[in-house]
């Protein structure tokens, strides 16, 4: 079974540039999540998807932030215009469900961004 | 206010020795507790979880973890390390946040096994 999915692996960009990251989930699980991974930190969510909803966006700066899971599978992050400091790593997960809180979270490798 | 510690940044252990890896949390409501490793330039890996039942939970790669209510911990350990589990290890608690369940990391403990 293919595991989450994640491209770019690596981007380069100068400041004020947009940029977009790609999730395909696990096939199956409805529950699709970002996550921003500082250096030495442990993962933040951004927002959960509940299939095509946006159930948890809470943590989304939405200035510069968004995102869209259309037809409930695959999903986009996109930033525009991108900061100095939003160099992070950015990891996808999904789950079979999201509700209870007790299904596992599967991760992507995740997009290292550097932005110049 | 609901959180996560690993007090550890990093731990050192000889390959064959036991190791631990310590976190504690404070959640209000059921704990649910889970354990990840991450490897360089990889995604987090699940190795275990506590939901309800037995306290030792056993995991991947022979793992396992002691859910302790009264201290607040969910130690990770494994009885004889080996210089492939160097990597870094996060633990997370399921939180409830404006009405929603959601995973919080700890800030991970990097741990380093010598032959």
């Known amino acids: 079974e293919a595991g989450v999915v994640q491209s770019p692996r690596y981007k380069i960009i100068e400041k004020k540039q947009p940029v977009a990251f790609w999730c395909n989930p696990i096939s199956g699980h409805n529950t699709l999540y970002w996550y921003l991974q500082n250096l030495g930190q442990g993962p933040e969510l951004l927002i959960r998807?509940?299939?095509?909803?946006?159930?948890?966006d809470s943590q989304l700066p939405k200035d510069r932030f968004s995102a869209e899971r259309l037809k409930g599978v695959d999903s986009t992050l996109k930033i525009q215009p991108a900061e100095l400091g939003d160099s992070a790593v950015y990891l996808c997960a999904s789950s079979a469900r999201g509700g209870t809180g007790t299904d596992t979270q599967y991760f992507g490798p995740g997009t290292r961004l550097t932005v110049l | 206010a609901q959180s996560v510690a690993q007090p550890e940044d990093q731990v050192n252990v000889a390959e064959g020795n036991p190791l631990t890896v310590k976190c504690t949390y404070s959640v209000s409501g059921n704990p649910y507790l889970f354990w990840y490793v991450q490897y360089p330039n990889r995604g987090l890996q699940f190795l275990l979880k506590?939901?309800?039942?037995?306290?030792l939970v056993k995991g991947s790669y022979g793992f396992e973890a002691e859910f302790n209510k009264s201290q607040t911990s969910f130690h990770l350990k494994k009885p004889s390390a080996l210089v492939s589990d160097s990597a870094l290890y996060f633990c997370?608690?399921?939180?409830?946040?404006?009405?929603?369940?959601?995973?919080?990391f700890g800030a991970g403990t990097r741990l380093a096994v010598h032959p």
């Open positions: 506590y939901i309800t039942g037995d306290n």
């Open positions: 997370a608690v399921r939180v409830i946040s404006g009405g929603y369940n959601k995973l919080i």
């Open positions: 998807y509940e299939n095509e909803e946006a159930v948890d």
